[in-house]
């Protein structure tokens, strides 16, 4: 399960939980509360929080990857004509 998908499992978890607790009728909210925070206090579920948030590499770095992928595949291959290319000297922008 990826990290969204866990969080999202947790929220709607809880959710259920809370639903359960304003319905009429007896409530114990002690038990309540554990269920929550055997929801939401979880680590796989925290770990998966702060995964979530972790920085989205930009278009710039993706591209990077993307090329140092293709060199490392060519390599691999006996190959390594995609190599990033040096401006001449002396040539117009």
């Known amino acids: 399960m990826d990290p969204e998908q866990r969080v999202a499992k947790a929220l709607e978890d809880a959710q259920g939980i809370r639903a359960r607790y304003v319905e009429p009728g007896p409530r114990d909210r002690e038990q309540t509360r554990n269920q929550l925070l055997d929801v939401l206090d979880d680590g796989a579920v925290v770990q998966a929080l702060k995964d979530s948030k972790m920085e989205k590499p930009t ?35």
């Open 59 to 93: 278009a710039e770095q993706l591209a990077e990857l993307k090329r140092l992928n293709a060199i490392a595949r060519c390599r691999t291959n006996g190959r390594s004509s995609l190599r990033r290319k040096k401006p001449r000297s002396g040539s117009a922008i």
